[in-house]
């Protein structure tokens, strides 16, 4: 009984240790790969690459290491009684695994998720930007297409033909024009090797139709007359790259220059690429919620 109560004890400790560090890792992983797409340690997400990591990375981890530390601390004082000495060594042990497990568990999810606000008010501030931008847009015609119009093929193009402002924006366009699209001119920069990512854990995207069911592209662009422009009315969407963990609500913004938003959408096969109605907060959006104003200029 003696040797099993010792062994228990050091086992049951080192494992709530152990499995603590190891949710402290997973999580980290997990939460890396959702924002970057980067892995920590891309052969355990290999192996397990069809399993779902919150439950079997991240859940078991936790529940073991959580069993461990009370199994310890419950050993600890018939170890005592047995060795008479101190069971300080492994119950510190079991104790720091316990805590790591509810820092993991709990301190890290909450930091992560205070993220989110920052990210939405990022986005709003790029959707502004953007507006701002399509002002100056129309009346320096960067797309040389001696028509005073808005530029609606997509984000990256905002940057890509006067390479000026916007990078940032522009690297964070979920669907970016061909390089070599337009034909001679204007010549778009070639992005065949640049790197594209969210902005602030959010994608963006120049929306396709406006209120009534009309294309934006309108006006011709290019030696190869591409559609690529419109005189009146222009609309952009960004939604989070990863819902719940790099933002929580989808914005779109038009020439008017106000800013609405909803709930939900985040799933980039349902990117809302038509203008909802005259009136957006009279329309639902496809996650069921009304639109409502996020921002208006004063």
């Known amino acids: 009984m003696k040797f099993i109560i010792s062994i228990s004890y050091k086992i049951s400790s080192i494992i709530s240790l152990l499995c603590g560090c190891f949710l402290i890792l997973a999580i980290i992983d997990n939460q890396l790969a959702e924002c970057t797409e980067l892995h920590l340690f891309p052969w355990w997400r290999c192996a397990t690459y069809k399993i779902d990591l919150s439950v079997y990375l991240i859940g078991i981890p936790a529940l073991i290491g959580f069993i461990g530390g009370v199994i310890s601390i419950i050993l600890s004082y018939p170890y005592e009684k047995l060795y008479g000495k101190p069971a300080k060594k492994y119950l510190y042990s079991a104790l720091t695994g316990l805590f790591i497990v509810f820092v993991g568990f709990y301190i890290i999810p909450s930091v992560l998720s205070a993220r989110i606000p920052a990210n939405e008010c990022n986005a709003i501030s790029t959707l502004i930007k953007m507006v701002e931008y399509e002002e100056k847009w129309k009346q320096e015609d960067y797309d040389k297409n001696e028509k005073p119009d808005y530029w609606t093929y997509d984000v990256s193009c905002l940057y890509r033909l006067n390479k000026v402002t916007l990078l940032d924006i522009a690297k964070a366009d979920y669907k970016p024009a061909p390089d070599g699209l337009f034909g001679n001119l204007p010549i778009i920069e070639n992005w ?91 329309v639902k959006s496809p996650s069921g919620l009304n639109w409502h104003i996020s921002w208006r200029k004063e």
Request: hydrophobic content about 30%; aromatic content about 10%; charged content about 20%.
């Open 192 to 282: 065949s090797g640049v790197s594209l990512d969210s902005k602030a854990g959010y994608c963006f995207q120049a929306m396709l139709l406006d209120e009534d069911g009309n294309p934006y592209n309108q006006n011709t662009v290019g030696t190869n007359k591409i559609k690529a422009t419109n005189s009146n009315k222009f609309g952009f969407v960004a939604w989070p790259k990863v819902y719940g963990v790099s933002g929580l609500r989808t914005f779109i913004v038009n020439q008017s220059g106000i800013i609405y938003t909803t709930h939900g959408c985040g799933d980039d096969k349902k990117v809302v690429l038509q203008w909802p109605g005259k009136n957006p907060t009279e």
